[in-house]
């Protein structure tokens, strides 16, 4: 069993009265793809920005890459922050600054490298992320909704993290940007031995992508396990989910694919 | 791919082997160890051949693998004979995958330098300040169109959203509108009086205060504080309503934003300015007297028979007649910019201000051509 990076224990999350978790345990291996599907309103956004500490959960442990987040020291949280890399759902990318200085923003935190070192590095990352060269030179606004995911994508991986927070990477991208994007994530985890924290809707990006998958419902993990794994699971949701005709069409899409090969 | 704390602190170390130089790479190197890293690698020099060792590599990111991809392409360029070995599972494999992904150069046209290029962009400043100044005439025809339908079918016209505006731009700026003035009116007097004293003229402070701010100061300076606080408003109310493509949405739903955004807004503007105009002269002539009792003893009586003696009903005629103008080059000019915001934040804060800037300057070009106007005619 691969090295546990990720550790989650009895985390709660509520706003105001409204319990979103509830007792809700997690675990994250190393090196593989985990996509977490939910319902609206299960709290998959707020799992990962209370798991990137973002938000403070009410009560439990999240526990990464061996430090404990509650209680860890300012030095601890920054050497931290330079081993994950998050993805926002539009990127998130700074407005008034072009692409390639956007992914070259953490690398300014890194002692000794020169500004050329810096703009090189940030040029193969746009580059592994699959945008072209002149790309790095244009700001967000002149980008297309899936080259601006890209963008987000290469500063998320400018440190060159152990662990990847993808927040809905496919949603709003036509179905041949969103296979792009599939192959894209997939090929890098592997290449780059990237563990990968997968927050989607998309049941393409699941099939495609996943290794694990983490159903939340009813506050908290419901299930966690393969694709072949959720076809066995007794509950109305995760039935409905992955039994429903779109996840058939889905399925169907990937053994014909497979077929092929 | 597993990394534990165990992971030695990696390094690269050169040695020469017959005239050859191997470059040996070990343990777990980072973005940490990139500087010294490429120091090494700038070391090395063409033509000896190098080889570099990557068996004892455990772990190595993509950083490290741009700079010695980098290296030995350098080397290779001088003429030197060069070599990547050794490298194993996960290095190999961040090794392909920095040499596939390795950015490819693509070099743009640079720009134009010159006085070609100096041409070039005065034309183009000139031609886009012409082409918003036809988008200012396009909008105002829309505003006067959209009027008159709404004069002939009473049913398009949205009064609700009138009412609303008049109260946004009208009633909830008087206290600002009277206070600006009343110090104005303050200021007036205490400077003139000391001025005129010299002369023992200080009764025609009342001349002074009232001609000057019936006149001009009232309304320029009500409009000028209008311009800041409401074009500003429409610009954003419209602006955040375009980036969000609700105008669009209106559009499809039959819905014609002139009807609905911009007519009741400029025609609240129209309504409101003179009022508060009114109030600013009220407010302003009020200050003037009060600093006129306290600083040279004039009462409150004899300020007011000074005041209906020495100064014509014209004056503030000519003063609130420029009101609507004023009113109408605000509103428009607001709503203008509100509908140039493009589909970025920063769009629209760039419109909020240059719509606030091109308000307030037009406000006062208006009031210099209505000066030479009104000196023309005599009045």
New interface residues.
């Given amino acids: 069993m691969a090295e546990t990076v990720i550790e989650v224990r009895g985390l709660r999350n509520q706003f105001g009265t409204h319990v979103v978790h509830d007792g809700l345990d997690l675990d994250v291996y190393r090196g593989e793809i985990l996509g977490v599907v939910g319902g609206s309103g299960t709290g998959k956004s707020v799992l990962l920005r209370s798991i990137t500490g973002l938000i403070t959960p009410a009560a439990g442990s999240v526990r990464m890459l061996g430090t404990e987040m509650r209680g860890a020291s300012e030095a601890e949280l920054d050497a931290l922050a330079e081993r994950i890399g998050v993805m926002f759902q539009d990127g998130a990318l700074f407005s008034s600054l072009t692409v390639c200085e956007n992914v070259m923003v953490p690398l300014s935190n890194v002692e000794g490298l020169d500004a050329r070192t810096r703009e090189a590095l940030a040029r193969l990352k746009i580059s592994l992320s699959g945008l072209p060269w002149n790309a790095g030179d244009k700001f967000p606004s002149e980008l297309s909704g899936g080259m601006r995911k890209r963008a987000g994508l290469a500063r998320a991986l400018a440190l060159d993290p152990e662990i990847v927070f993808l927040d809905e990477p496919t949603a709003g991208l036509d179905p041949i940007g969103a296979a792009a994007f599939d192959e894209l994530i997939r090929g890098l985890s592997r290449a780059l031995g990237l563990t990968v924290f997968l927050v989607t809707h998309d049941l393409d990006t699941l099939y495609a992508t996943c290794d694990r998958i983490a159903v939340l419902a009813e506050k908290r993990v419901l299930v966690t396990g393969t694709l072949d794994d959720m076809l066995e699971v007794d509950h109305p949701w995760v039935r409905e989910y992955f039994l429903g005709p779109r996840a058939r069409a889905a399925r169907d899409a990937i053994a014909a694919g497979h077929g092929r090969e | 791919?597993?990394?534990?704390d165990s992971d030695e602190r990696g390094g690269l170390s050169l040695a020469e082997e017959g005239g050859e130089i191997r470059a040996v790479v070990t343990g777990a190197l980072?973005?940490?160890e990139?500087?010294?890293l490429?120091e090494q690698l700038a070391r090395l020099e063409a033509p000896r051949a190098v080889t570099f060792d990557l068996s004892d590599a455990q772990r190595i990111?993509?950083?490290i693998a741009?700079a010695l991809l980098?290296a030995r392409d350098r080397l290779a360029e001088a003429g030197a004979r060069t070599e990547i070995t050794g490298a194993q599972g996960?290095v190999a494999?961040?090794l392909?995958?920095?040499r596939e992904?390795?950015?490819?150069?693509?070099e743009?046209p640079a720009p134009e330098r010159g006085l070609r290029a100096a041409l070039v962009r005065l034309g183009e400043t000139v031609a886009g300040g012409a082409q918003s100044f036809l988008g200012f005439l396009g909008l105002l025809g829309l505003f006067v169109a959209r009027l008159l339908g709404a004069v002939v079918r009473p049913r398009e016209f949205r009064l609700t959203a009138l009412l609303h505006h008049c109260q946004a731009v009208g009633l909830q700026a008087v206290p600002i509108v009277a206070l600006m003035a009343f110090l104005i009116g303050v200021v007036l007097a205490f400077q003139g009086a000391a001025q005129l004293r010299q002369f023992g003229a200080e009764v025609f402070v009342v001349d002074l205060i009232a001609i000057s701010i019936l006149r001009e100061l009232g309304i320029l300076l009500t409009a000028i504080i209008v311009a800041g606080r409401t074009a500003s408003a429409f610009t954003a109310a419209i602006g955040s309503m375009k980036m969000r493509e609700e105008i669009d949405a209106m559009r499809t739903l039959g819905i014609d934003p002139g009807h609905a955004l911009i007519v009741p807004r400029v025609l609240a503007l129209v309504l409101m300015l003179p009022i508060l105009g009114l109030i600013a002269n009220l407010a302003g002539i009020f200050g003037g007297a009060l600093m006129s009792w306290i600083e040279l003893g004039i009462s409150p009586a004899m300020f007011m028979t000074r005041l209906a003696e020495g100064t014509d009903v014209t004056h503030a005629v000519v003063g609130l007649v420029k009101a609507p103008v004023f009113a109408v080059l605000i509103g428009v000019i607001g709503c203008r910019a509100g509908l140039g915001v493009?589909?970025?934040?920063?769009s629209l804060g760039r419109m909020t201000s240059s719509a606030v800037v091109a308000a307030i300057f037009a406000v006062i070009l208006a009031d210099a051509l209505f000066s030479i106007f009104f000196q023309q005619i005599g009045v």
């Fill in positions: 791919m597993e990394r534990d980072g973005l940490r990139l500087p010294e490429q990111d993509t950083g741009w980098r996960a494999q961040i392909d995958t920095v992904g390795l950015p490819k150069p693509q743009e493009g589909n970025t934040a920063e």
